[in-house]
């Protein structure tokens, strides 16, 4: 079984970035990820292109690019050009699903389908086949620091059997409210990656944190 971890930077500090991603590079994180927000599809602004460019220059795992955006296929060669290995866009901001899938498939990176809460899992299983990963929510997307919605347990269990009854590789990623006492309860229930934002970055050994919740 998978069990990666994608510490999100959106909580570290953007005042000496270039450290953040160092500590990353040397501890058993596996991912990088970028949350991107545009103020509209979520209510709040975090980064865009430059500064993913800006980390890919130092960056040595690959970048996992969540684009919480309205109309995200209009940026995503931008973001690909930029260093994005894995784009994921989400499924209630997107009207031709399986076309957007194909168009990151043709630019060579991997692609992925990000939901909300309220989102059923069950509008995911017409492109299971198609797509690399499915991003659970697992808070309301917009801001870091949120309460992790409990329901998603369920949730990746559902999304598993659909994902085992396909026959497919698609991974799931599970982002918000992701720590030390729920890591283990998310694996186990079927989850392969998870991302964590403050409980790594507000820790004072944020290495061993990474460490932890691999475990």
């Known amino acids: 079984m998978n069990q990666l971890i994608a510490p999100s930077l959106l909580s570290a500090d953007f005042s000496n970035l270039k450290k953040d991603i160092e500590m990353i590079n040397n501890s058993n994180a596996d991912w990088f990820h970028l949350d991107i927000m545009d103020g509209v599809f979520v209510p709040n602004i975090s980064f865009g292109i430059p500064v993913v460019r800006a980390i890919k220059k130092y960056a040595k795992k690959p970048l996992d690019v969540h684009l919480m955006i309205s109309k995200p296929e209009r940026y995503f060669s931008d973001f690909k ?5 894995i784009i994921s866009f989400h499924y209630e901001a997107s009207n031709h699903l399986h076309r ?15 939901i909300n809460p309220h989102t059923n899992i069950s509008l995911l299983e017409d492109i299971i086949c198609h797509v690399d990963m499915i991003l659970i929510m697992s808070v309301n997307p917009g801001f870091g620091g949120q309460k992790f919605i409990e329901n998603t347990y369920d ?9 085992l009854s396909k026959n497919t590789n698609t991974l799931i990623e599970i982002d918000g409210g992701v720590n030390l006492d729920n ?8 989850a392969d990656v998870l991302v964590a934002g403050n409980t790594v ?15």
């Open 81 to 85: 050009n930029a260093g994005a290995d």
């Open 155 to 163: 949730k990746i269990k559902k999304l598993k059997n659909i994902i």
């Open 100 to 114: 957007s899938i194909q168009v990151l498939k043709d630019m060579g990176v991997k692609a992925g389908v990000a």
């Open 201 to 215: 970055f507000s820790s004072d050994d944020p290495i061993s944190v990474i460490q932890e919740l691999k475990k």
């Open 183 to 190: 890591a283990s309860k998310l694996f186990n229930a079927g």
